[in-house]
């Protein structure tokens, strides 16, 4: 639908003059070959709920945006008539390093966030992909995390609270400001991983750990892909506590600057700590018949652990490619990873790395044809599916669109999901049509 010109001066209104974006300086919105009529970027929450109480009184469609990094995922929208650029939305509002626990609004960029947590000695360990770009509420929204994963968890644990925007401009808050809450309803996990559908995080307050005084990594290669999962499962089911136990095939090593297939594993601590930690690591890769192999630059491969897949393996300007998220039991990592390489056609290529404490698989799809890497990418999904698992499009070629449905089969909760919808959104404004069954 047109916006009306009322409508438009109406937002200049509430925003100012300067954050409202129309016409040519949309460029950087485009989303699924469409472009929004107008972008508002407002400086605090009373804005965004002004916005929002105007877009749900003329039914506009409205699209949250932060880095626009992880746009790419989930169906273009149905209605895309207004962005809610929150990236003035950036602070830092509060931190109790004695608490171990801080609050920040959601367009705060996670590289700045982890910067001035450092300053006390303390971090949030969600390692999303590109924290230069991401803003902390887009990477909940997406649940977006990376190989940290396997020892502080995903954004479930971590996030204590939610301060929220809904669709008709009402501000409601959710959990709470301490670790050790139990009263009533968990209503936070709600909004995390629902793409924006259910309402706008403006803040969230979440748990924080003390920076590791030492960190040490260690590649342990293999000839192929039978080894590294009983490692794994050996690794984890002993008494050391690593913080990354990723599997990754030799594409993706390539691309991180290893030479696999094999485990790259972490371990953080006190010096002494990680140093007897290390030596039984040694022991038990003895037993597989593999060495430990230290990361000499570990801050360049952590960083490449956590973009892949958004991080390109060297296939720069080759052919059509996707991007790909999926999970299966964590005792089938290893299988999953092997029987997608397998079924995977020439000349088509792909990569795969793999958290494996929680079965938590990544990759990328390289094709020359459209019809190829719809072929390989459906052929990946059925082999999850098959191991008790799923596949999410994080990212296709426009050209692919409308192919292979991003999401998948539709989850046996859909019919939940789409309650809840209609109960926190009636009218349906809120990144309408992007999430699992056009939600």
């Known amino acids: 639908m047109m916006v009306a010109t009322s409508v438009i001066e109406d937002l200049r209104a509430i925003v100012g003059a300067e954050s409202l974006l129309t016409g040519e300086r949309l460029g950087a919105y485009h989303l699924g070959g469409k472009t929004p009529q107008a972008a508002t970027l407002p400086a605090n929450e009373e804005e965004v709920s002004r916005v929002l109480a105007l877009a749900w009184k003329t039914d506009l469609g409205v699209a949250p945006w932060g880095g626009g990094c992880h746009q790419s995922i989930g169906y273009p929208p149905s209605r895309y008539d207004l962005v809610l650029d929150l990236t003035r939305l950036n602070r830092l509002l509060a931190h109790e390093p004695a608490d171990m626990t801080a609050t920040a609004q959601a367009g705060v960029r996670m590289a700045d966030l982890q910067r001035q947590l450092g300053e006390h000695d303390q971090f949030l360990p969600l390692d999303v992909p590109m924290p230069g770009r991401a803003t902390l509420g887009g990477a909940l929204v997406a649940k977006l995390g990376g190989p940290l994963r396997c020892r502080y968890g995903t954004a479930r644990d971590l996030v204590l609270g939610v301060r929220v925007a809904h669709a008709d401009g009402t501000i409601t808050k959710g959990g709470a400001k301490v670790v050790k809450n ?94 007897g930690q290390r030596v039984d690591l040694g022991r038990i890769a003895g037993e597989f018949g593999t060495t430990l192999v230290e990361i000499g630059d570990a801050g360049g491969t952590w960083s490449a652990l956590s973009d892949f897949p958004w991080l390109n393996p060297g296939w720069d300007g080759q052919g059509l490619q996707a991007l790909w998220r999926g999970g299966v039991p964590p005792a089938e990592c290893a299988k999953a990873i092997q029987v997608i390489r397998e079924a995977t056609r020439p000349p088509a290529a792909v990569a795969i790395a793999s958290t494996v404490s929680h079965g938590a698989l990544r990759g990328r799809f390289r094709a020359d044809t459209v019809e190829a890497l719809v072929e390989n990418l459906s052929a990946a999904r059925e082999i999850l599916v098959g191991l008790g698992g799923y596949m999410v499009l994080m990212h296709l070629p426009e050209a692919a669109r409308g192919w292979i449905d991003v999401w998948g089969s539709p989850a046996a909760a859909l019919g939940v999901m789409k309650r809840l919808k209609a109960a926190f959104d009636a009218k349906a404004i809120l990144n309408p049509g992007r999430f699992v069954g056009g939600i």
């Open 182 to 275: 139990a009263t009533g309803y968990d209503v936070t996990k709600l909004y995390l991983g629902s793409h924006g559908t259910l309402g706008i995080i403006l803040e969230a307050t979440f748990r924080l750990y003390p920076q590791p005084e030492v960190e040490q990594g260690w590649w342990l290669g293999t000839s192929g892909l039978d080894t590294p999962q009983p490692l794994a499962n050996r690794i984890l089911g002993s008494h050391l506590v690593p913080n990354r136990v990723e599997l990754v095939d030799g594409v993706a090593a390539r691309a991180c600057g290893i030479t696999g297939p094999g485990l790259v594993v972490s371990i953080s601590g006190l010096p002494e700590t990680v140093a």
